[in-house]
C-alpha cells in the first residue's frame, strides 16, 4: 500500500510540475490547437464548411472586440482573479430552479480560457468533476502566470464563433471579409453575441433574439471603456 501511495505522489508532482512548465511555455507560444478543436474535427465530424482558425496577437485585433467579449461574457474580467464568485451563485440559484433544461454558465473568460485549452470537454459523471478540477487549477495557473493580457490574446484566438470556426481572425474574415484588425463595434458585438451557442446562432442576419444581445452588447460596450492591462 505504501509503494502505491509512493507512486500515486510520484504520478501527481510530475504532473504538477509538467503543467506549470506546460503554461510557462505557452505564456509566449500561440495556441495554435486546443482539444475542442480535436473533438469537432474528429469526434463530433458534422460541420459542412471546412475548419478556419488564424492566430492573431492582441495587438493585431481591434480593441472593440476586447470591449465586446467583456460587455458579454465577463464584466469584472479585469478585476477578478479568474473567479466571478457572485456570478456563479446567481448561475448556480438558477440552475437549481430551472425546469426547462437550460443551465445557465457563470464561468470567466478566465475559467473559459483555462476550459478550453488545458481540459477535455465532459459536464456529466465524475468526468465532468474531474474537468472541473482542472479547469479551476489551470485557471489559478494562468491568472498567475499569464496575466489578463495573454489570457485574452489566448481567449480570442481559441473560441468557437461557428461550425468549425474558431478565433476572432477567421471569424472576421468568414463573416465580414477582413481582418479582426478592421472590426467595428457593431461587428464585434455581432461575434460575442453568439458565445453562448456559436454552432447555432448566427452572426449574419441573426435572428430578433440574438440582435437583441447584439444591442444590449453595445449599450454596455460604452461603459467598458479603455482596457487598461497594467
Known amino acids: 500500500m505504501k509503494k502505491l501511495f509512493r507512486w500515486i505522489g510520484r504520478i501527481l508532482l510530475g504532473y504538477f510540475i509538467l503543467s506549470i512548465l506546460l503554461v510557462v511555455v505557452l505564456k509566449w507560444v500561440p495556441v495554435y490547437y486546443t482539444p475542442l478543436m480535436f473533438v469537432r474535427q474528429n469526434v463530433e465530424p458534422k460541420a459542412t464548411q471546412p475548419f478556419a482558425r488564424q492566430w492573431k496577437p492582441l495587438e493585431e485585433i481591434d480593441p472593440d472586440m476586447v470591449r465586446a467579449v467583456i460587455a458579454s461574457e465577463d464584466g469584472k474580467f479585469i478585476r477578478h482573479h479568474g473567479f466571478d464568485w457572485n456570478a456563479i451563485g446567481i448561475?448556480?440559484?438558477?440552475?437549481?430552479?430551472?425546469?426547462?433544461?437550460?443551465?445557465?454558465?457563470?464561468?470567466?473568460?478566465?475559467?473559459?480560457?483555462?476550459?478550453?485549452?488545458?481540459?477535455?470537454?465532459?459536464?456529466?459523471?465524475?468526468?465532468?468533476?474531474?474537468?472541473?478540477?482542472?479547469?479551476?487549477?489551470?485557471?489559478?495557473?494562468?491568472?498567475?502566470?499569464?496575466?489578463?493580457?495573454?489570457?485574452?490574446?489566448?481567449?480570442?484566438?481559441?473560441?468557437?464563433?461557428?461550425?468549425?470556426?474558431?478565433?476572432?481572425?477567421?471569424?472576421?474574415?468568414?463573416?465580414?471579409?477582413?481582418?479582426?484588425?478592421?472590426?467595428?463595434?457593431?461587428?464585434?458585438?455581432?461575434?460575442?453575441?453568439?458565445?453562448?451557442?456559436?454552432r447555432y446562432y448566427r452572426v449574419v442576419n441573426p435572428t430578433p433574439g440574438v440582435q437583441k444581445r447584439v444591442n444590449r452588447i453595445l449599450e454596455t460596450m460604452k461603459h467598458v471603456g479603455r482596457i487598461k492591462w497594467n
Open 91 to 198: 448561475a448556480y440559484k438558477y440552475n437549481q430552479k430551472s425546469k426547462n433544461g437550460k443551465i445557465r454558465g457563470g464561468s470567466t473568460i478566465s475559467q473559459q480560457t483555462a476550459k478550453n485549452v488545458f481540459t477535455f470537454h465532459s459536464r456529466s459523471g465524475v468526468a465532468g468533476f474531474i474537468r472541473k478540477g482542472l479547469e479551476t487549477y489551470y485557471t489559478v495557473l494562468i491568472e498567475l502566470i499569464w496575466g489578463k493580457e495573454r489570457i485574452m490574446e489566448v481567449y480570442l484566438n481559441i473560441v468557437e464563433l461557428g461550425n468549425n470556426v474558431f478565433g476572432v481572425e477567421a471569424a472576421s474574415k468568414k463573416y465580414f471579409g477582413h481582418s479582426a484588425k478592421n472590426l467595428t463595434n457593431y461587428e464585434a458585438a455581432s461575434l460575442a453575441a453568439v458565445l453562448p451557442s456559436p
